[in-house]
């Protein structure tokens, strides 16, 4: 048996930390070392909470306990989005490879020159977009990416949430704000199936929140050579959120309602093939947790067993993608 990937989370303040450090406690392949946390205050609550995962850990005083560990092979970067790129800058620097929680801050060129350094060590980082090994996402992507579909030429996202109003400020320091904190995860499947986008024309509305700059409501039209994708997020919808992805082709579409837990999708073809009939079929999905599938494929790629199923320069171009979506960069 293949001796455990030793690693140690680095923040705890993104909303999917807990999640996270759940999945890696419960990987048998995965050794926990530690969890550092920079602001004491945040620290003191959670060990006190004994909420989620947070009392099954070793709590790390310094940032060096996890950079200057060499038995330390990996980090969970789990910091608030105005704090993570710093954290994951440093970790890669000490050599160790990055499971990065979303989105990649809003410094461009500094993440790509985190990416430079990682692929100069031959290093991994690996975004934490939710819905990649989601097997409903899965299946649409390699039937888009394989022709399957026929030529594609629409794709639309809705993926609103309801956030409160006592998040609002923190959100507002991003621009395009709820935008900005979930575009990439349909982003990421966006141009994994369509590429680079030429143009990026985005429309983001303060419709119903008191807080200045808070983007609650936002739409962004990309386009391609021979196609379009329309993405919105807003922050405002009704509980529970009815967040849908849908790929047209040609030849054949597919539609995800709900994105999660999602136990059907509906796959429409103008000719039988592949095990599919002709016309409207309810596919049967996979049920996959957050979370497992991407550690699990994480700790494959640190081993060697894969290649990974991102590369480097996809991750970039998920990250340019989002911030010429909000705005933060040009072109």
């Known amino acids: 048996m293949a001796e455990t ?62 950079l200057e560990d060499s038995s330390i092979v990996a980090v969970a970067s789990e910091g608030d989005n105005a704090e993570s790129l710093v954290h994951t800058e440093a970790i890669v620097e000490a050599g160790k490879h ?50 399957y579909l026929g030529n594609v030429f629409s794709v639309r996202a809705h993926m609103s949430t309801n956030v409160g109003a006592d998040s609002h400020a923190r959100l507002a320091k991003h621009q395009g704000a709820i935008l900005y904190d979930l575009g990439g995860h349909v982003l990421d499947q966006v141009v994994w199936i369509l590429g680079r986008p030429k143009k990026i024309t985005s429309f983001l ?23 379009m994708a329309i993405v919105d997020i807003a922050a405002m919808e009704p509980k529970p959120a009815a967040r849908r992805f849908e790929v047209y082709g040609d030849t054949g579409s597919a539609i995800l309602e709900p994105m999660e837990p999602s136990t059907t999708l509906r796959l429409c073809l103008t000719e039988a093939k592949g095990g599919f009939p002709e016309g409207v079929t309810t596919v ?36 340019e993608t989002l911030l010429r979506a909000t705005g933060a960069v040009e072109g």
Not at 43 to 65: A, I, K, Q, T
Not at 206 to 223: M, Q
Not at 307 to 314: A, C, G, I, M, T
């Open 98 to 147: 990055v499971f990065y929680d979303k989105p990649a801050g809003e410094d461009l060129p500094r993440f790509e020159q985190v990416l430079a350094s990682a692929k100069r060590q031959g290093l991994l980082v690996q975004m934490g977009y939710m819905f990649r090994y989601n097997d409903g996402f899965a299946r649409i992507a390699e039937w888009a990416r394989s022709g």
């Open 284 to 319: 049967q999905l996979e049920a996959r947790p957050r979370y497992v599938a991407s550690l699990a494929a994480f700790v494959e790629d640190i081993r060697g067993l894969k290649k990974p199923d991102r590369s480097l320069d996809h991750e970039l171009l998920v990250q």
């Open 205 to 227: 509305h303060t419709e119903l929140s008191e807080t200045l700059g808070f983007v609650d409501n936002s739409v962004v039209i990309l386009e391609f050579d021979s196609a």
């Open 5 to 66: 990937i030793s690693m140690a989370m680095y923040g705890t303040k993104h909303s999917h930390a807990p999640g996270v450090l759940s999945v890696m406690l419960a990987n048998p392949d995965v050794e926990v070392v530690g969890v550092y946390e920079p602001d004491r205050t945040r620290r003191d609550e959670l060990e006190m909470s004994e909420d989620g995962p947070w009392s099954h850990v070793r709590w790390l005083d310094s940032s060096s306990d996890i």
